[in-house]
């Protein structure tokens, strides 16, 4: 199908190997197409003085500083290769966002990952975006937090990395996202997220619509980010052409941790996938013919045209003897005015067609 899903696991691992590999199960079970943890060495992450968000000391220890908590988050580098080799055995892809140079090099070098994905809050890292462009790995770049000029400023950064023209500066970043070589590469390597970086996101605040706007004006493939509560945000984004869907997902949103309650449960991951396979294969082609299923239905819905009267050899076919009844397997009423004033070349009674 069209839209590629990823179902993000993220940190709901909390720590335990274990469950990191029954989160994959469920990813898998539910037909996600990728799972995505992330890779970061907490103390290269944050400070000790890094303050959390509202929505973490709502959901932890308000007293547990972000760096304490992230320590106690970290997807340990030996835990990777075996995620991979059993995601490989699911089925099911496996990625990992990377949150500091370091990880980025051991997912790219060591664990061999395809994609990267670059979280919202590196969009103004620009070191951090060359770095990523210089792997050569696909891309995929969420964009929380930021306008439509900062995404630019991060696809200048991409483009000047995946081209590898010159020495880094600003202007030699603008340049290489105007230059033909800049732009194809993004083309290939580039997809583009509408995220708002809030958990949960309101409804009114998930703006699906800004990825239609990042479409028309960057000429990339794009998708949708979703933190809202509940489906209907990605429903919305899979009519409106999304490439790509990423979920957080839980085994439990009971369980103690910073993501779990803004994330879909199994079964809710399932009704979620399914219906966003149901909505892309509803929406065709966008030719407009008609369809196999409906082919019988026009015969019986549409009518023919027809006498409604007797009408003698030679007779003036006129407004008052000819009309247009079901079934429609004869002449079509839209020839009316092509008849209207010509003569019957038979005896014609009344139904029958002209």
Known sequence: MSVFFIAEAGVNHNGDKDMAFALIDAAAEAGADAVKFQTFTADELASETAPKAAYQNATTDASESQLDMLRRLELPHDW????RDYCAGKGIEFLSTPFDTGSLRFLADEVGLKTIKVPSGEITNGPFLLRIA???RDIILSTGM?????VRDALGVLAFGLTGSGAASAAAFSAAYDTDAGKAALREKVTVLQCTSAYPTPLAEANVRAMVTMREAFGLRTGFSDHTEGTSASFAATALGADVIEKHFTLDRQLPGPDHKASLEPGELKELIDGIRAIETSLGDGIKTPQASEIETATVARKSLIALEEIGPGEPLTEAN??????????SPMRY???VGGTAARRLKPGDPI
């Open 80 to 83: 990777h290769a075996p995620l």
């Open 337 to 339: 005015w092509d008849i």
């Open 134 to 136: 210089e792997t050569g």
């Open 322 to 331: 000819l009309g247009a009844k079901r079934p429609g397997d004869g002449l």
């Open 146 to 150: 930021s306008d439509l000029d900062e």
